[in-house]
Each structure stands twice: as C-alpha cells, then as structure tokens.
C-alpha cells in the first residue's frame, strides 16, 4: 500500500472513498463539517438522528451523488473525545481500511481528526493501523471471500506540518508492516513454518535491512553446552536453531539491548502431552520469536541510534523416540543443572540458553524476552494486557513509561524470590514447574536465574499474542504483539542516548 500525505480541505479531496472522524458528543466539526454542506447534510442528519453515535471503531457509509471528488464516504467512530489517544487512530484507519477494502474500494482519503495535535505520531498511526488492517488471515484460501486490495492511501491532513506528517507516513509504514511480517510468520503452520524455515525469514529479513545474522546448528549448541535448549529439540526430527540478529546503530556505546523470542515452532507438549482440543493452536508458540523478527526489521529499517541483538532460541516440541522423559536432568550453558517434571514447560527451557548465550556470549547489557510462556497468564489478566515481570523495578517502570501510548498494554507483576524457591529440585538446581499456583511468576523467576543480574523484562504474551475474535480493525488470529512496543521502547532510548553518553541526544524534530 503507497501512503502518502496530502494538505487539501477534505471537502477538494479526490479518490475513491473519503473517510471522516466522528466523535461521541455527535458534534460536527472539523473534516466531517467541511464535507457536509456539500452532501446536502447527510452527516448531519445521521448524528441527529442516532444512526451515527461516533462509538469507537463504529461505521457508517454513504454514497456520494454530486459534486464531491470521492464516491463513498465512510464517518469511522472515534469514541468520548475527552479520552482521545493518537494510538485510537491506527484503530480508526485499520477500520476503514478494512470495512471499504472488503467493498472493493482501492484508493482511500482519510482525514486527521482536529484532537490530533500532533502531525508525525498522528501519520504514523494512521498508516501503521490502516497497512495492519489489509491483512488478511485466510492466506492459505484458492480464492479469498472479501479480498482487501487497498493500493493508496492519502493522509488529509490540512495545516498540518507537512514534513512531519511525511516522516511519520513512513514511520508508520514502516511498522505497519513489520507487525504483518510478524503476523504472517505465526499464522504459517508449523508444517511451513519448522526452526530452519523460520531462520531462513531471519536471514531475509538481515540481507533486505542490513542488519548481521547467524545461525547456530545443533553442533554449535552442545559445543557450548545448551543442554536446556537441545533437550527440548532432541524430541522432533527437526534440528533447533538459534537464531541472532544484529544491529549496530551506536557503535562508540558499549550497551547493547538484546531482544529475547521463544520461538517454539510447535509445542505438543512431549511426552506431558497437550490435551487435543486447542492443540492446532501451539503453532502460534513461536509468536514471540516472530516479533523480535519483525522487530528487528522494524529497527533495521528506521536505523534508530543505539545497539540492539535479537535472538530467538527456535525449536519443535515434540514426544519423538528421543524426547526428554519427565525427571530427566539438562545442563544449560550457565551450568545451571535443571531437572524436567513436565516437558510442557519447554518455553523457559529453550529461554534459558538463549538468554545466557546473549549475556554471556553476545555482549548484552540489558534484555526484554517476551513469550507465548504460560497458560496461568491468560487466566490472571486474559487476551485484554501482557504481564511485564522484571528482575528491576526502574528498567520496568521506564519501559512501561515509554511504551504507554503504542497501542498495545503492559501490566506490572511481581517476581519476589518466594517465587524462585517454587522452583528448586531436590536434585538439581532448578525444575522446569513450580506448581499450580502464580504459574506465570514461577516462570519468571526461572528465566531470571540465567540473565546474569543484567537488568531484564520477561513479557509473556500468552494472552495476547493471537486471539480468536476478529475486530473492526483486525484480522482475527495473530496481533503482532509486542513489535510496536519493542520499537517504541527502542526509538525512545536512542532518543536518550546511552548512558554514559555524557549528553542527552536532542529529539528529531519529527519525532515529538
Ligand atoms: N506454550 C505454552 C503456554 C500457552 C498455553 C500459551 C496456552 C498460550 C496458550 C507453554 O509451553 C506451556 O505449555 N506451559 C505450561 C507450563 C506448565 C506445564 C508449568 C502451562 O502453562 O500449562
Ligand atoms: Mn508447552
Ligand atoms: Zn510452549
């Protein structure tokens, strides 16, 4: 899709569909009073009259017959203007995109609500959410139903800065599609999608944006002792990768920011094997490896100042001849020995390695690992937020800061070490369960023993990673979770500077 941005008045626009805000109050202001009078009051009439109640991502469609340039016009809800966010608006364009994409509407106009202050967060939203909203998720379909084929869109934006409404097109678009790119690779099947196809989309992704990469083979892994890792692959006849992606965007700091994705291309369980019902499901178990994925695309593309790793530990779990046997014991590559009680809890596991190879061998100074990780999450805080559990209450707090209006939430959850000793064997160091209950921490706290002490965030998305409801701006299935706040968080960062850079960088005047 071609975004571009224009400053015309909304009622000069030409294209095929115009796409106008309307809040709750049902006031008419702003593009939507530009246009009216030139519908003869139709817009009007639909807020008097209750057809139009300006709810959030609500629609309605009218038919232009008369002198205005577009043939469709299409009032999209905004909700109670008091609480307006500039992150409503990639909900706003990804509800147009898709209600006018499936009526085989191709070039859509979409006007900047006046409560949009301003012009890059306002373009980069709109573009983000309405480049989401084409995707479709019957990719797998001969024919598709309603296929959305939108080829432009226009940002109508009036007075508005116009470099900055450039830049923030461009932004927007950028991340837009580094959240399908990421959606795409969950929804593939575990068939089309096995560790060392999902190292080879790496490896595309590296060439088109520059970014470093390498592959471990299982080789490299017992050479450097990952027990924990292959003895979660040693189960499936598909080798694990681990999967490295680098970006060096700040090469006189010494920090680098290592973003950590459980990429389990199938979790069946092994031989603590899932129950049939939502087993189909599991393929989604590699969602948080495709958003460090789409992530580092993301950033290899914006080239923010700052220095940044992604890894993702990538693995079948399945119950094969050789699978780990519950009470077996794996060593990890920090020499923690950890004894397996339910081979279903493999995400922490292949977490384990991944983590310390990044501390230990790759030079991270600070890391954020998110994963499909525990079913306790999606009954503690449901498919609505994603727990954030960390070993540093400040590094928390600032993340949850920076990442507040990206469009995706984040919750605080504790890691107290009571927690920890859940999770201590009469026999090793460690067990991979520590019982029913506070399921999700328990997780946590095992993680936490193989960072090393650098500052850490564990985000298990488990909740919130795909869904099965689909929205009036998204495609059921995979989210895209958590890419927009990996390269939210990542942007503001470089914004700061590295610490120990002496100054803190001035803001691009784009980027408010
Ligand atoms: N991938 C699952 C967690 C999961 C469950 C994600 C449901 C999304 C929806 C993970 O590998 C797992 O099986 N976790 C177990 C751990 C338990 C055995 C300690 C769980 O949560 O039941
Ligand atoms: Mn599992
Ligand atoms: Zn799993």
Redesign the pocket.
Known sequence: MQVTVSSDLARSVVSDALVLPVFADKALEGPAADVDPKLGGVIASALADGEMQGKPNETALFHVIGDLGVRKVLLVGLGDRAKFEPAQLAQYAGTAVRHLGKRNVHEIAIAVPAEAKDPFTAASFIAEGAIVGTLDTTIYRKEQERPIDVKSLVIVAGALDRGALDAGAKHGKILGESVNFTRRLALTPANDMTPRILAERAEAVAKETGLGFDSLDEDRMKELGMGALLGVSQGSSQPARLIVLTYDGDPNSRERLALVGKG?TF?S?GISLKPPENMHE?KY?MSGGAAVIGAMRAIGSLKPKINVIGVVPASENLPGPDATKPGDIHRAMNGKTIEVI?T????RLILADALAYATMKLGATRLIDCA?????M?ISLGHVVTGAMSNDDAFRDEFLAEVKGCGERYWPLPVYDDYLNQTKSEIADLKN?GGRPA?SLTAAAFLREFVDGKPWIHLDI?GTAYGDKETPYQAKGPTGIPVRAFVTFVEAEAREGAPGDGVAAERPTVAV
């Not at 499909?372 to 306790?376: D, E, R, S, W």
Request: hydrophobic letters at 35%; proline letters at 0%; glycine letters at 22%.
């Open positions: 389990i979790d369980g599991m178990d339910n279903d809890a493999e995400g499909t990780l525990t079913g306790a999606v369960t399921g488990a």
